[in-house]
């Protein structure tokens, strides 16, 4: 079994998930898809566990609005609707095609700022520009071009993504002077309530931390397998606003996760919905799979 999973993880690559998604269809490719992922063939129909219940969600029950909420331009529609335009970060310019990218003679940017793609998730679709990693125009349209080019939802299985039209946008770079990004707080939130919460730091960086707490702070016991837990995050002195927003933007839904930033222990920062975390193929807490009714 084992080796029929390692074999599976070297041919499930981005050009040959299109082609076998299109023989086995939605539904076997994502039994294949998980098991390869994570070892353990999903009970998609009865689904007990929270990858196979992201599961059930992706074949059965995805939103009608699910292209909308993963659109990293379009979420911000919905954003501004909930009333919290305030924390959307502010975005420098749009790209709606390469013509447009090839036509760029010049920008007015700061020193540090963020090149991202709506249409997809991932350190594909995101270059972070700083003093530490600088770009000059030729490089910024090539990296630009490369984003809108990327095709994102055949690999994990998220036909939502790819409803999606194609555009690069610059938006304000979040993190210090050192160029590396802020922590990032990840908001699991069940028919309204947050349940979890989880916190990554040091991404970029060769450091990478991800620690589990339960909305009073307090520490899950899981362990994740490639991640280290951070010997303490400090709680934002803005945790309870940030709570509000999360439950607000994920409204009555039987399961959203909601990113938002915390800069400088004040601002607080949208940063996506997530419908799908990891695609459910993850590693999550026990936990989860009771959160969600």
Same mark, same amino acid.
């Given at each position: =079994?084992? +080796? &029929?999973?390692?074999? &599976?993880?070297?041919? &499930?690559?981005?050009?040959?998930?299109?082609? $076998?998604?299109?023989?086995?269809?939605?539904?076997?490719?994502?039994?294949?898809?998980?098991?390869?992922?994570?070892? #353990?063939?999903?009970?998609?129909?009865?689904?007990?566990?929270?990858?196979?219940?992201?599961?059930?969600?992706?074949?059965?029950?995805?939103?009608?609005?699910?292209?909308? $909420?993963?659109?990293?331009?379009?979420?911000?529609?919905?954003?501004?609707?909930? !009333?919290?335009?305030?924390? @959307?970060?502010?975005?420098?310019?749009?790209?709606?095609?390469?013509?447009?990218?090839?036509?760029? %003679?010049?920008?007015?940017?700061?020193?540090?700022?963020?090149?991202?793609?709506?249409? !997809?998730?991932?350190?594909?679709?995101?270059?972070?520009?700083?003093?530490? +990693?600088?770009?000059? @125009?030729?490089?910024?349209?090539?990296?630009?071009?490369?984003?809108?080019? !990327?095709?994102?939802?055949?690999?994990?299985? %998220?036909?939502?993504?790819? %409803?999606?039209?194609?555009?690069?946008?610059?938006?304000?770079? @979040?993190?210090?002077? +050192?160029?590396?990004?802020?922590?990032?707080?990840?908001?699991?939130?069940?028919?309204?309530?947050?349940?979890?919460?989880?916190?990554?730091?040091?991404?970029?960086?060769? +450091?990478?931390?991800?620690?589990?707490?339960?909305?009073?702070?307090?520490?899950?016991?899981?362990?994740?397998?490639?991640?280290?837990?951070?010997?303490?995050?400090?709680?934002?002195?803005?945790?309870?606003? =940030?709570?509000?927003?999360?439950? #607000? &933007?994920?409204?009555?839904?039987?399961?959203? #996760?909601?990113?938002?930033?915390?800069?400088?222990?004040? #601002?607080?920062?949208?940063?996506?919905?997530?419908?799908?975390?990891?695609?459910?193929?993850?590693?999550?807490?026990?936990?989860?799979?009771?959160?969600?009714?």
């Amino acid at each position: =079994m084992n +080796n &029929l999973r390692s074999h &599976l993880k070297r041919i &499930l690559t981005k050009s040959v998930a299109p082609t $076998l998604r299109a023989i086995a269809g939605p539904y076997y490719y994502e039994k294949i898809r998980s098991f390869a992922a994570t070892g #353990r063939w999903p009970d998609i129909d009865n689904p007990k566990t929270f990858n196979e219940k992201i599961s059930h969600l992706k074949i059965f029950s995805a939103p009608p609005d699910a292209s909308a $909420l993963a659109d990293k331009l379009a979420v911000r529609h919905v954003v501004k609707a909930a !009333g919290y335009a305030h924390i @959307l970060p502010v975005i420098y310019a749009v790209f709606e095609s390469e013509k447009e990218i090839d036509s760029v %003679e010049e920008l007015n940017l700061p020193d540090k700022y963020a090149l991202k793609g709506n249409q !997809g998730s991932g350190d594909d679709f995101v270059e972070l520009v700083s003093p530490q +990693n600088p770009f000059d @125009l030729t490089e910024l349209k090539k990296r630009a071009k490369d984003i809108i080019r !990327g095709k994102f939802g055949h690999l994990s299985n %998220e036909p939502w993504y790819l %409803e999606i039209k194609p555009k690069v946008f610059i938006e304000e770079h @979040l993190g210090g002077t +050192n160029g590396a990004p802020p922590a990032d707080y990840k908001f699991f939130v069940f028919s309204g309530k947050v349940r979890a919460i989880s916190v990554d730091s040091g991404r970029f960086t060769g +450091n990478h931390l991800r620690t589990f707490y339960d909305r009073d702070w307090r520490p899950f016991s899981f362990q994740h397998p490639d991640l280290a837990p951070a010997q303490e995050e400090p709680v934002p002195s803005v945790i309870d606003e =940030m709570i509000e927003i999360a439950e #607000r &933007l994920s409204g009555d839904a039987p399961f959203r #996760r909601i990113d938002l930033y915390c800069i400088d222990d004040a #601002r607080i920062v949208f940063g996506e919905i997530t419908i799908a975390p990891r695609a459910g193929y993850g590693h999550w807490p026990s936990e989860f799979a009771d959160f969600w009714q």
